[in-house]
């Protein structure tokens, strides 16, 4: 379906629409939707029946339809009822449909609408962009309307328009992937309440019941400078994501303890970088990113966008910035209106508000988790008590029947990653006490909780890799080394298969040359090794290396489409290990799963995003989890990690779900949710 597009230059005589519109590049009245040439059909789910065009900023009815909120706020001026059902309706009824409709909305290819300069098509939110640092039509245009403007100026040679010092000037990024930022400057503060193009979003679904206190995600962009002593020096973190993998962005895994960046302190997991040096790498390849990470040298420059978690109209309007802190929703129930909730109230004397001063022990509170000594209490109820008393906070939960609900302002702490041994993440810690915020260190007993792929989850290889398993046979001296150094382990965090680190040139199996660093290794003189954690599989390899003769089975993974040179990436204990993109090529049958289950309140989101899914272009693609949003359900259980593969949800397999199908299970799921996911180590730079 094509919306109907008015030629620029034929209608500049118009005086009442005498300017283009600077976001669509159209025609039309201020009050008017914005209007846009769409590539190919759009779904009838997607059409607005007042306008019959594809919806712009959807409103839901409490009857079940959707329409752009400028069609139904003009209809409702008129009429009291849906205009499909023609049940009674207010507008004030209606609210915002969920960021999954928006998202799909968003992500609608559209033509830029000057075609005689510029042929490019993008997604719809990108269009804006595009015209205002991209578009040559639009820059010939805007010269045309200034010098009109001026006429004293007729004849002179307007300049270029310029471009913003801190916008990104690589080209733009292709429709199939996206960058967190189109323009970002230094310590600027963005929003992300609508969510980046391609990134369906259940961490960001809204519902009626939020609309007192609604919220957006808010992030902000830094410069950050880091100075190492050695400059070849590995930095100690992992990375995941890159163009050639559904994530597009270059995403913190995890930062490693008694590091470089660990002890730097400023940059955190989920973390996304955006330069290096000056270099944009927000469309580079895994590789090229991790090329560009590991470059040695004394000073390195990042720019990194750093989530802030969800800040409402509340914080953003107090004297105390909500874009440094953790805005919080908990809900507490009680039994019967008696029920204490166990937290002591505070007033400061150099601060406005009410503050927690205590929970205690055993009580609902304590119990529940969710809130922390020093948090500020903005709201309970949706009574606003930015400047109210313990005494009326006291009241308003006295009174409640059942559900407290409470919205908390906390300035966030930093966590560390424990030691390889343990499965934790590192992240922004939400918990904040009494000690002034400093660091807080968790750490957790491994969960045991892995078991193999099921045959049900299983999937093909993603397009691209190729995965060869070989014998090699091997007639040897009984005192001859295999001549190999091996890593992983089913013990390691990651449950890893066995695989090569270094093939030594002293041993029989350089002299063969058939096995290679990186081959997983299956079996060795019939033995699974598959199975064995990485001391029984050492023990296994030497043992069966003192006979005559040896027979490994091993698996080659291929990347096709990669043009980069193997890189050597130093590790803890290892002199090599696999990038993370390289297990992403791993026969399913191989794999690890790991149950996470995550539990929430009513009026919360799991805070969490994902991307990937079956599409008509791409095919089948893995979901990654590319966002864990501070101080959500997701953030605070600290199992699940960016880069993270979704197998599963509640038992039902993802494999060949596109995202319009996936996201519906997990908005379903209102307070309890059990993600079934592999986790790969990200690649350390």
């Known amino acids: ?97 969920s960021l999954l409709v928006r998202n799909l909305l968003d992500k609608l290819i559209v033509f830029c609408p000057f075609k005689a300069e510029c042929q490019q098509t993008m997604q719809r939110c990108e269009l804006e962009a ?73 961490a960001f679904e809204e519902t009626e019941e939020d609309l007192p206190q609604r919220t957006s995600l808010v992030a902000e962009t830094t410069t950050i400078e880091i100075h190492r002593e050695d400059p070849e020096e590995e930095l100690g973190m992992r990375i995941v994501g890159g163009k050639d993998t559904p994530l597009g962005n270059i995403v913190v895994q ?5 590091s470089v960046i660990a002890a730097d302190g400023r940059i955190a997991p989920g973390d996304h970088i955006l330069e290096v040096n000056g270099v944009n790498i927000s469309s580079v390849t895994h590789c ?81 988790g969710k809130l922390s000594r020093n948090d500020r209490v903005l709201s309970i109820n949706g009574q606003d008590l930015r400047q109210g008393t313990p005494e009326a906070a006291a009241q308003i939960i006295q009174t409640t029947e059942s559900r407290v609900n409470f919205v908390v302002l906390r300035q966030p702490g930093v966590q560390l990653s424990d030691p390889v041994e343990d499965g934790s993440t590192s992240n922004n810690s939400s918990s904040s006490s009494s000690n002034g915020g400093s660091p807080v260190h968790h750490r957790r007993r491994l969960d045991q909780n892995h078991y193999r792929r099921k045959s049900n989850y299983q999937k093909d290889l993603p397009q691209g890799y190729i ?68 001391y029984e599989a050492v023990s296994a390899l030497k043992s069966n290396a003192a006979s005559h003769s040896v027979v490994l089975k091993a698996l080659e993974i291929l990347a096709l489409n990669s043009t980069e040179p193997s890189l050597d990436i130093k590790e803890q204990g290892f002199s090599w290990s696999p990038l993370w993109i390289t297990w992403l090529g791993l026969p399913s049958y191989l794999h690890c799963c790991q149950d996470i289950v995550l539990s929430k309140g009513n009026l919360e989101s799991w805070g969490f995003s994902i991307v990937g899914g079956f599409e008509e272009s791409k095919g089948n693609q893995p979901f990654f989890i590319k966002t864990i949003v501070p101080g959500t359900p997701a953030f605070r259980d600290r199992k699940l990690k960016c880069g993270d593969e979704i197998v599963a949800v509640n038992g039902v397999p993802a494999i060949g779900m596109s995202n319009s199908e996936l996201i519906p299970m997990l908005k379903e799921q209102r307070n309890k949710v059990t993600l079934t996911v592999v986790s790969w180590p990200g690649s350390l730079v």
């Open 467 to 534: 995965s060869h398993e070989k014998t090699v046979a091997i007639k040897k001296e009984p005192k001859e080394s295999l001549g190999i150094t091996i890593g992983g382990g089913r013990d390691n965090k990651n449950k890893l298969p066995i695989y090569v680190t270094s093939v030594q040139p002293i041993g029989c199996l350089f002299r063969d040359g058939r096995i290679k660093r990186g081959d997983v290794l299956l079996s060795i003189n019939g033995i699974d090794l598959t199975h064995l954690n990485y």
């Open 1 to 97: 379906m094509l919306a109907t597009m008015a030629d620029p230059a034929a209608e500049e005589h118009v005086s009442q629409i005498s300017e283009l519109c600077c976001e669509c590049g159209q025609f039309h009245l201020l009050l008017d939707n914005h209007l846009y040439n769409f590539q190919d059909e759009v779904d009838d789910e997607l059409i607005c029946h007042i306008c019959l065009q594809p919806l712009l900023q959807p409103m839901d009815t409490p009857c079940g339809h959707t329409y752009c909120f400028k069609c139904l706020e003009n209809f409702m001026q008129e009429y009291n009822f849906c205009p499909m059902d023609r049940k009674k309706l207010s507008f004030q009824q209606c609210h915002k449909s």
């Open 254 to 258: 995890e930062v490693l303890r008694d």
């Open 130 to 202: 595009h015209l205002q640092n991209r578009c040559p039509g639009f820059k010939k245009y805007k010269s045309e309307l200034q010098r009109k403007k001026n006429p004293i100026s007729k004849g002179k040679e307007d300049p270029p328009t310029k471009v913003e010092a801190n916008t990104p000037k690589d080209p733009e990024v292709p429709s199939g992937g996206s960058s967190l930022v189109a323009e970002s400057s230094g310590a600027a503060v963005v929003s992300l309440g609508t969510a980046e193009p391609g990134l369906v979003n259940p």
């Open 288 to 368: 090229q990113a991790v090329s560009f990470l590991r470059h040695p040298g004394p000073v390195l420059h990042l720019m990194v966008l750093q989530e802030k978690g969800f800040s409402n109209k509340t914080a953003q309007q107090d004297s105390t910035s909500a874009t440094n802190r953790e805005v919080i929703h908990v809900t507490l129930i009680k039994r019967d209106r008696s029920e204490p909730l166990g937290i002591k109230l505070i007033r400061k004397t150099d601060e406005a508000g009410i503050f927690i001063l205590d929970l205690l022990e055993g009580g609902l509170a304590a119990k529940n």
